[in-house]
């Protein structure tokens, strides 16, 4: 798999797929895909186990086509065949199986919900008709699943959103038609489109605008000695990005003006850090998505202050501390006994030898072990005679020694 991966890396997800040994390669048309299938490599693949320049491809117990992707009907019979679940194993089995095709299934979380609840542990077995109907309507979304489509970018689409304080529901309409994989999208790079927004509320970032909210904000701006500053400065060459909006509200480059006033900083900062979907924000995401909205003198200093100040993340969060860089793979050994690894077993009851402990030493290459009983308060010295003694003896000194 790693070897099939370097050969094809600058090809992947372009025009090649490979899992293991099974191989895809697909093409927009004819004369690309000629291209795509010349030789370079001087890899062999047995004919009888080929096919080429099929419009449909049976792939990971999928069936690929230009129209989309299906699920493999073959696959499925056995679903159909599947006799009532007597056991938690036979649960899992099922689950296991319906969840591989789970992106076909809408809602497949809430269906599989009773069956999921029996695996549970300490979750007594009894087959209710919810889990009757889950099992029955899993079956029945599997033999009806619907086709997965690539979104054509040159016809108009709607992207519909809602969100609430328990989930965020997604659905992209095309042409009548529904996508639920908003992976198929997410290399989306068109700039070039016109976008109509539909909206159902007043939002502004994670704060929600309210006509109240406003008002407060157009009284104490005008008790703000320095906003009121900045209100005589409008017109002039001196207000640098400053605009009074038809509601009345001065704003900094389309961000509310917010005046110093505690109480609105209080409810801004508390509403960006602790609401359920900012949950508890580090200081740069919390700024980073307050400037969208908002701004103030000292906006940046003060919100430091008020998560340093958190509470909650004080006992939640831990340091960060420096990353250590990227994990190394070790090298393969070439010889037997020449790269091992060592660590100790402690807390062990006391033999008769006056051992508590035992020294845990493996060859890297060939998981050949040694146990060796020794004592957690011997000194470095005897447990280097007792290595000399019992390692080198029979496998002469080892290059690498890696140990914790």
Not at 368 to 388: G, M, P, R
Request: hydrophobic share 40%.
């Amino acid at each position: 798999m790693d070897y099939m991966n370097r050969i094809f890396w600058p090809f992947l997800d372009k025009f090649v797929v490979v899992f293991i040994d099974d191989i895809l390669i697909y093409s927009r048309t004819p004369e690309e895909h000629g291209e795509h299938l010349l030789k370079a490599k001087q890899l062999y693949a047995k004919l009888s186990k080929c096919e080429f320049w099929l419009d449909e491809v049976k792939f990971l117990d999928h069936v690929i086509s230009a129209k989309g992707i299906v699920v493999d009907s073959a696959k499925v019979e056995s679903v159909l065949q599947w006799e009532c679940l007597r056991t938690v194993t036979d649960i899992r089995s099922f689950v296991g199986l319906a969840g591989y095709y789970r992106r076909f299934i809408e809602g497949f979380s809430k269906i599989v919900s009773p069956l999921t609840q029996l695996t549970r542990k300490e979750q007594p077995f009894i087959w209710t008709d919810a889990c009757e109907r889950s099992f029955e309507e899993l079956k029945r979304r599997l033999t009806t699943s619907p086709v997965l489509v690539l979104l054509n970018f040159g016809e108009p689409f709607d992207v519909y959103c809602d969100a609430s304080h328990q989930g965020l529901e997604k659905s992209i309409h095309i042409s009548g038609l529904m996508v639920r994989e908003l992976e198929l999208v997410e290399k989306f790079r068109d700039l070039n489109l016109c976008v109509e927004l539909a909206q159902d509320h007043i939002s502004c970032g994670m704060i929600t605008i309210t006509s109240e909210f406003l008002r407060q904000v157009g009284l104490k701006q005008l008790q703000d000695v320095e906003l009121v500053k900045l209100l005589g400065l409008l017109g002039t060459e001196k207000d640098i990005g400053f605009e009074l909006g038809e509601d009345g509200i001065l704003r900094f480059k389309g961000r509310i003006c917010l005046p110093q006033d505690t109480e609105l900083k209080r409810a801004v900062l508390e509403e960006g850090h602790k609401s359920r979907l900012s949950i508890h924000l580090g200081m740069i995401k919390m700024y980073q998505d307050l400037k969208k909205t908002f701004w103030w003198s000292g906006m940046k200093r003060e919100i430091s202050e008020y998560v340093a100040a958190c509470l909650t993340c004080q006992k939640a969060k831990v340091e960060h501390q420096k990353p250590s860089g990227l994990m190394q793979q070790i090298e393969i050994p070439e010889w037997k006994w020449d790269n091992i690894t060592m660590d100790f077993i402690v807390g062990l009851p006391r033999l008769a030898r006056n051992s508590d402990a035992i020294w845990v030493i493996v060859d890297r290459l060939t998981k050949c072990v040694h146990f060796l009983h020794v004592n957690i308060k011997w000194s470095l010295e005897k447990l280097t005679q007792l290595y000399v003694r019992e390692m080198v003896r029979l496998h002469e000194v080892p290059s690498c020694i890696i140990s914790d």
